[in-house]
């Protein structure tokens, strides 16, 4: 199992939201590159970059820190936020992405993010698919789209899609535990496909708990920065499942 860090830059710096809302965003003063030196220094070498500049504008913004953080550590990294074209998806590739996560395109251009599922194959392109009461949201989860989050899943799986990061937007950043029946059944639906769950996760034992149910990766983001779980459980943590 694949446990990655997720980091948040707004207008550069590290941050972090309350489901979404901008209106409850908190600033660290640890800088993204430090962060992310922190977590490979362990043993981590995947990270989950996250431009909510990109996201609120329609396009990346954030590709100076994410070429800073490629070129000074050797993580791989998927990218997501503000990818709604063949320029940004190159622009995020160009400056260090090893993979990219989309949502709003998957929504709207749906034979514009198949192509790129066929164009840069299926290791590269992963479906975001995020949700409030079962429904899409997109833009940085400002905007509902009411469609189905089981029916939009379906619809790519059956064209060859094979990765999926999943938030249930309810339970991000609030340190209540994953939406463990949500992940098992979506794993019951669609077995062949790698779900990377992300919100929620409370602490290493979250972590165990969606590893037995057959969980992929886990993102993770606010436990780390609340201090419930520390470097040293991750060390640990990868130690014992290596």
Same mark, same amino acid.
């Given at each position: 199992m694949e446990i990655i860090p997720s980091i948040l830059i707004h207008k550069g710096k +590290? +941050? *972090?939201?309350?489901?979404?809302?901008? #209106? #409850?965003?908190?600033i660290y003063k640890l800088s993204p590159l430090d962060l992310a030196k922190k977590f490979e220094s362990i043993g981590i070498n995947k990270l989950h970059f996250i431009d909510l500049d990109g996201a609120k504008k329609g396009h990346i913004v954030n590709y100076p820190t994410l070429e800073t953080i490629a070129g000074h550590t050797s993580l791989k990294i998927n990218f997501t936020g503000g990818l709604h074209t063949d320029g940004d998806v190159s622009k995020a590739f160009e400056f260090g992405a090893d993979s990219i996560t989309a949502s709003t395109v998957s929504i709207y251009y749906p034979e514009l993010f198949k192509a790129w599922i066929i164009s840069y194959g299926r290791e590269k392109i992963m479906l975001g698919a995020d949700s409030l009461d079962h429904q899409i949201r997109i833009g940085g989860w400002l905007k509902n789209t009411k469609v189905d989050l089981f029916k939009h899943i379906a619809y790519y799986y059956d064209r060859g899609l094979k990765y999926i990061k999943t938030t249930d937007i309810c339970k991000d950043s609030l340190l209540k535990g994953p939406p463990f029946e949500l992940y098992q059944e979506l794993l019951t639906k669609f077995p062949n496909l790698h779900i990377l769950a992300k919100g929620g996760v409370r602490d290493v034992s979250d972590i165990v708990a969606l590893k037995k149910i057959g969980i992929?990766?886990?993102?993770?983001?606010?436990?780390?920065?609340?201090? *419930?779980? +520390?470097?040293k459980e991750l060390s640990d943590f990868i130690a014992y499942s290596n």
């Open positions: +590290t +941050t *972090r939201l309350i489901n979404g809302d901008f #209106k #409850k965003e908190k992929h990766s886990v993102i993770f983001s606010r436990s780390y920065f609340e201090g *419930r779980i +520390t470097l």
